[in-house]
């Protein structure tokens, strides 16, 4: 059983335009989220993250919302760029010393 | 920054053939991770290590093996590679604040 579902999994945007990412997972356990990002030729790197003791977390133009009773979370992207074309992973683990899942991943792409 | 380092990056090989992925990482971290990473797939987790002589089954772990040598060194084989083990594969490391860090991939072609 998927630990950590993502959507969608794929998503192209018009530069300036807000991207919505969602992810759903099942471990009542689970207290950390992060979020990754992934550039071609790159391996995934730490882009947000949020404890379960909080509802949002923004950093600039990215913001992580999480829903403890619905078991949700999403990453907002306000005034997308080209730059942000890349792979993004959600993921979810019960805090140190314990593993961490991923989601499949979403490939955005930011048209100019 | 955390490094973790992967060797060879590109790697073609027959099917059958033997092969060993290379990680360190220089970060005294506790957790080494093995992925695959395909299209479709998202990150799937092969094996892992907690320190130097543990290891872990990971969600695909038939057809591989591991093995954690020190703390630095974290190794996968592939004993009798097949076709459907060509992937991108990604060594990672974590310390006990739990981020993640990836080495840059080591793209495996099994022909």
């Known amino acids: 059983q998927q630990q950590v579902r993502q959507s969608p999994q794929s998503l192209t945007v018009w530069e300036g335009g807000t991207t919505v990412l969602t992810c759903s997972y099942e471990d009542s356990t689970f207290n950390y989220f992060p979020w990754y990002q992934q550039f071609p030729g790159e391996g995934p790197a730490l882009l947000i993250s949020i404890l379960s003791v909080s509802d949002k977390k923004e950093d600039g133009r990215f913001t992580t919302f999480f829903n403890k009773r619905e078991k949700k979370l999403s990453l907002h992207i306000i005034d997308s760029q080209p730059g942000d074309s890349a792979t993004y992973f959600c993921a979810a683990s019960a805090g140190s010393n314990n593993r961490i899942f991923f989601g499949d991943g979403t490939q955005l792409v930011v048209k100019p | ?111």
């Open chain 2, 1 to 111: 920054e955390a490094a973790v380092t992967q060797s060879p990056r590109n790697k073609v090989t027959v099917t059958g053939g033997n092969v060993t992925l290379s990680c360190r990482q220089t970060n005294s971290h506790n957790y080494m991770y093995w992925y695959r990473q395909d299209t479709g797939h998202g990150l799937r987790l092969i094996h892992y290590s907690y320190g130097a002589g543990n290891l872990q089954i990971g969600d695909v772990p038939d057809g591989y093996k591991a093995t954690r040598t020190t703390q630095e060194d974290f190794f996968l084989l592939l004993e009798l590679a097949s076709p459907s083990q060509t992937s991108l594969y990604f060594c990672a490391s974590a310390g006990g604040n739990t981020e993640v860090f990836f080495g840059k991939g080591t793209r495996l072609t099994v022909v």
